[in-house]
Structures are given as C-alpha cells and as structure tokens.
C-alpha cells in the first residue's frame, strides 16, 4: 500500500492507494475514532458490486452502516438527490460524530461531500474513489458540490475527507472508455508538474491501459502527490490551485456546447489540452515537439484531440467559456505551458488565437457536434 499525506493543519488526512483495502474500510475508519452509525453512499453500478464488501467490511469493524443508493451518472448530481440522502440520514439519526462514505467516481464522491458538508453544518466523510479519474482527482481536496440546470458544480463547499481509501481492485470493472478518460487527467499531472511522470506514461502506457496494478499503483499516488502538494499551498483556489485546470478552458466549453452529452470529462479536456499546447506554442514558448508529444500521448491512450466545428458552434464555444465560473469580470484566462512539466496561469488569449489552436489540427471531414 502507499500513502500520500495532504498536510492541512487540523484538516489534514492520508490517501491510501492499493489493493484489497475496501476489506480494510471498517478498520481504517475505527482508527479515525468516529461514530458508530454512518452512511454509504453509493450509485446503481457500483453498489451491486462493491457496496456489499464495504458494508461487511463496516459491521465486521462495529459500526451501524446504512446504505444509500443514487442512480449513477452526472445527473444524479443535483439537489433533489441531496435532500433524498438528508432525509435518510435524518431517519437513521445520524449525529455530529457520524459520518458518510462516498463509494463510487466523481459524482458520488462529490455528491456524498457535498450532502457531509452540510447535513448537521458539516459531519466527517470518507472518500472511496472506485474510478480512475476520482482516485487521481476529485477524491483529492474537498471540493464537493452539485450541478444546477445553469452549469456544473454551481452549488458546492470546501469540506475535506478524513481519509481517501483508493482500492486499485476495483478499477477491473471500471469500463474501458472511463479508464481512458481518467488517463486524461493523469497525463495533465505530467504536463503541469512533472517532466518525469510525463515521460513515464509515455513509457508505460500500455501497462496502464492493461491495469497493471504496480503501474497504476505507483501512478496514481504520484498524481495524488502533485495534487496534495497544489491544494497543502492553495486549499480554496485563490491562485495556484488553477494550474490543475489546464486544457479545462476549452474542454468546458466543448462540454457546454454539446449539453455534456457527447464527450466524458476526460474525453474533452483531451482535446482541450492540445489546444492550449498549440496557444502555449504561440504564446509561452512550448516547443513544437512538446505539442507534438502531448498529441501523440493523448491519441495513444485512445483519446480524441481534435474536433471540427462549424460557425454556429465556434462563436457557442466563446460564449459558453464566457460563462464559465472561473471566469472574472469577462476575462477568459488561461493555463499555459512553458515545456511539458511547466505551466503558467492567467493568460489571456485572443479569440481569434482559440478558434485557431481548434482549427490548426489534422481535422476530420465532418462537423463533429450540433449545438
Ligand atoms: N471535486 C473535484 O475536485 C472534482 C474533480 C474532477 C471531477 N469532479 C467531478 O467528478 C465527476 C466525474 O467523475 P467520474 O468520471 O468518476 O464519473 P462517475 O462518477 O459518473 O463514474 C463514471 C461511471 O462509472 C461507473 N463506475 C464507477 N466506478 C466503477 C467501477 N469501479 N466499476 C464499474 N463502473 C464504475 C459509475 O457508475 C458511472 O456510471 C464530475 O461530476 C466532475 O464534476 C470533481
Ligand atoms: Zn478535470
């Protein structure tokens, strides 16, 4: 098993990364002295598979679990389902030293937080990230929260996790095109942080989409480190925290404009990404060969990179990063690259400089979305 520390004073918890440790859960949680009733919340995939295991695991360690399931997917994000699971707990008399488990990927996680953020002004929560995408990332740093028909996460909180449990068994039944758009955020880690991690993907890529657990193991906790290492410095995202959000501009937008139905997250930060190497060219002198790289890397791990849009669309996917909850007073700003490994915040870019990094690839034949 590793561990990965993120220091936040009284706050501060450890990410454990392996396999087998759902079975440890109970006694993991024992040891953070917390009450005896709690809530597993779960969604309808992941519980038939895994919430069994967890459940045992929690009476076998003398605690009183009560399971809650959601049904899986963004949509279940939304408020409606919060007030469901607060009712619940209400009925299962959870108290102030009760606490929840999020069991699931990035929805349940930030959705189970957001619901320990509030019920009672705040109760413990335990991150159980079960996709590859949750356990390098939205398991990491307290930030929780729900969509509103406006956009995403538009309702949310800082609350973290007493612990993060990131059993690598159960990425074997995470499906294929899920793992792959979690490699998405793992290569960003390479670019915003770490030459090294970078060239080790470039290395070890097809370990990684085997599932080789060594390989995973000791790539998801150097994500968790960098991810641990920005949020110990900024833990509310009032400056450095926005490196993470590299080709996010762009891949938000795209999200936006295809009402999050065509691409998965990690799928549309992808091409979100190569679009900000070809501006950082421009712009913060990534050499051509690191566009290059990163290209190659993406489309490798089976990932789009380009897209195609018509005029409709183009002037769609201004407006839509416009409205983006990052943005301040209208400027759209942008994580650059300097080298692979090396990023600088804050850019503004030109429009016309936006639409040209979308256009200035290899591009397929057809309009690729319908706004
Ligand atoms: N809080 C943060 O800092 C943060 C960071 C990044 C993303 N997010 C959020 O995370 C969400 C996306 O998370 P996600 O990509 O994990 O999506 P997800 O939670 O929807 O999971 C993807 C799909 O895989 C299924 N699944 C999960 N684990 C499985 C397993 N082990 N085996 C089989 N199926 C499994 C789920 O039921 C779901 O259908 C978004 O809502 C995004 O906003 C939050
Ligand atoms: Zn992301």
Redesign the pocket.
Known sequence: MRIVKVPLDRRSYSIRIGGGLLARLGDECARLKLGRRCAVIS?A??AP?YAGPALSSLKAAGFDPLLLTMP???TA?RIVNVQRCYDQLAAHRLERNSFIVAL???????LAGFVAATYLRGIPFVQVP??L??QV??SV?G??GVNLKAG??LVGAFHQPRLVLADLD??T???ER?LR?GLAEVIKYGIIADVALFERLERDLSRLLARDPATLGAVIARCCEIKAEVVRQDETETGLRAILNFGHTIGHGLEAISRYGKY??GEAIAIGMVAAAVISAQQTGLPAAGVERIRHLLERAGLPTRVRLGERQQQALLTAMQHDKKVSAGEVRFVLAKRIGEVVMGQSVPPAFILESLRCQPEPRTSDLRP
């Open positions: 969604d995939r992941v598979r899986a997917g963004e994000k699931g990927g990035g929805v349940v996680g930030d079960t996709t995408l949750a990332d939205s740093g930030k929780v995403k996460n159960t990425l039944t995470l499906p899920e758009a998965l997250h």
